[in-house]
């Protein structure tokens, strides 16, 4: 099993949709949890990150964090078809010194 | 700032072939970081370096050596290619303390036929 599961869609919403996208984990010592965008054929670039449970919310993005339910979300608010892109969850702990990833959910907004 | 650049950015090589991917930031981090990306498998560690002069194996390390020439470049060698080496290689750097802040190069896709 993987320490972190991500549904890889494609998931298609229309134009102006709300957004929801989630991935579990299984390791109960990750303390970090970001948000990577990847549009087709880029590099990774970060998005959002939080520490430990909570909500985090930046312009139409809003990251959040469980840990009971070692769940996170992202939700993307008056999605745009520029928001096409794959999104990957990346999760870390302090005593790591680097980041596990999920395998990606590729999104597709539709004009 | 060009960030974190990467070359070459497509490399085709026949199984047996070596070479070495090259990487460098300009954003004066302290790790580094090389990926591989594959179809459902997600970004997977091959090695990163938390500071200059060391190196240390991610999960899929065999196959591979790096070097941390510098605090700028850390470069990926492939000594004997194979098939299962197809795959997308991206470099990332981070700040000190913050390996969650990883900031990635552009890639490199490598065929191995």
């Known amino acids: 099993q993987k320490e972190v599961e991500q549904d890889p869609g494609p998931l298609s919403v229309p134009e102006g949709a709300i957004v929801s996208l989630n991935c579990t984990y299984s390791?109960?010592?990750?303390?970090?949890f970001m948000w990577y965008r990847q549009y087709s054929r880029k590099g990774p670039e970060l998005l959002m990150y939080?520490?430990?449970?909570g909500n985090k919310e930046d312009g139409r993005f809003t990251a959040q964090v469980d840990k009971s339910s070692k769940y996170i979300s992202l939700f993307i608010r008056d999605s745009q078809p520029s928001d096409s892109a794959t999104y990957l969850c990346?999760?870390?702990?302090?005593?790591?010194?680097?980041?596990?990833f999920g395998s990606g959910t590729r999104l597709q907004v539709q004009p | 700032n060009a960030g974190v650049t990467q070359t070459p950015k497509f490399q085709v090589l026949k199984t047996g072939q070596s070479m070495t991917l090259q990487c460098a930031q300009d954003?004066?981090?302290?790790?580094m970081y090389w990926y591989r990306q594959d179809p459902g498998m997600g970004l997977r560690l091959i090695y990163y370096?938390?500071?200059?002069?060391?190196?240390d194996k991610g999960e899929v390390p065999n196959g591979y050596n790096v070097s941390r020439l510098n605090k700028r470049e850390f470069s990926l060698r492939l000594e004997s290619a194979a098939p299962s080496q197809t795959s997308v290689y991206f470099c990332?750097?981070?700040?000190?303390?913050?390996?969650?802040?990883?900031?990635f190069g552009p890639g490199t896709r490598l065929t191995v036929t």
């Open positions: 990332a750097s981070s700040p000190r303390g913050l390996a969650f802040e990883q900031y």
């Open positions: 390791n109960s010592a990750f303390q970090y």
């Open positions: 939080t520490y430990s449970s």
């Open positions: 990346a999760m870390g702990d302090t005593g790591r010194r680097a980041l596990t």
């Open positions: 954003m004066n981090h302290n790790s």
């Open positions: 370096s938390a500071s200059e002069g060391t190196t």
